[in-house]
């Protein structure tokens, strides 16, 4: 299950969470480049924290292949790999579909009202900004992890999410298909509103099938 966006005040929030969510960004927008070699020690110094929380979130950053461990020789931000892009999609497709279904079945009143909300904002606000639509997105895959009520397959899904977002980065303008990405969004979120499981997998599918071509046309450059 995600995590909610807040913790209530009394309970600290660990440093190995902030250390995660603060190089998870650096990869995925390149200011850790692809390729480039770091280590633990480099990575803390940026981050002003202990090599202890640092660890932690580069052991759960491998395990999301954004970080390569290689023994005595430090750290390595894997490159772009479009054919390894081209895997990760044929598993998001069955992953997406199956925890978008599963939120459309079980999401309670509040939820789908919630995702009623999600749907205007991604067609009124995720089109006009790269930054919003991240923002709108987020708050889209909080909302669809905690009405899946699976935490397995949630926890497959977003260990390939911040990979996807990396490459997105790496080949896309942002700005160009920004309308047509939001709207397939909005679809989805909608059906997952309305529990209808057959236009879930059709919002889903016509998602994919636009990452698939995406990226199946980066093997050409």
Known sequence: MAAPDTLPSHVARPLSEDAYE???EMIV??????GALVT????AQRLGLGRTPVREAVLRLSAEYLIEVMPR?????PPIDVRQQLRLVETRRVLETLVASQAAERATR???AAFQTLAKA???EGCKS???FLRIDHQFNIAVAQACDNEFAVGALQSLHGLSRRFWHYYSGHEEDLTEVADMHACIADAIAAGDTREVAKGVKRHM???HAFTRAMLKD
Not at 29 to 34: D, F, H, Q, R, S
Not at 40 to 43: A, C, K, S, T, W
Not at 73 to 77: A, C, F, H, Y
Request: net charge positive.
């Open 29 to 34: 927008t390149m200011e850790l480049a692809p």
């Open 130 to 132: 790269y930054r919003r």
């Open 122 to 124: 991604f067609r009124n």
């Open 209 to 211: 099938d636009y990452i």
């Open 73 to 77: 020789r430090g750290l390595r931000i």
């Open 22 to 24: 603060r190089l998870e």
């Open 40 to 43: 633990e020690q480099e990575l």
């Open 110 to 112: 509040a939820e789908r």
